[in-house]
């Protein structure tokens, strides 16, 4: 699976954006998806995990009532809309698909896109 980010960019505190993953490859709609971003000198860390189906999700506790991953296989892309934005929440975000289960691991993940650039400023 081929995996492209877009949707970043420079947003005020308390603002919102929707990052967007758009995937090709034939296993795009049997794979779980997963974001996960890393901030400057800080390690990778996940956001949030969709199923294939889009039926199950997990976020982290950190974004948990903010972000909201949802997907459309019928248009082979995932989102990550990004609500009451924190300047903790700035990092490059990546998208990363595995087939089989949603999983909170990186290294679980096999395809990965190139990152998006989400800067929030207080």
């Known amino acids: 699976v081929q995996l492209q980010a877009s949707g970043g960019g420079l947003v005020q505190a308390g603002g919102s954006l929707r990052l967007s993953c758009a995937a090709s490859g034939r296993t795009f709609r049997s794979s779980a998806v997963g974001w996960f971003r890393q901030g400057p000198g800080k390690e990778r860390e996940f956001v949030a995990t969709i199923d294939w189906s889009g039926s199950s999700t997990v976020h982290a506790d950190s974004v948990k009532g903010r972000f909201f991953i949802s997907r459309n296989n019928g248009k082979n892309t995932v989102y990550l809309q990004m609500n009451s934005l924190k300047p903790e929440d700035t990092a490059a975000y990546y998208c990363?698909?595995?087939?089989?289960?949603?999983?909170?691991?990186?290294?679980?993940?096999?395809?990965w896109g190139q990152g998006t650039q989400v800067t929030v400023s207080s």
């Open positions: 990363a698909a595995r087939t089989g289960v949603t999983s909170i691991v990186a290294p679980d993940y096999y395809d």
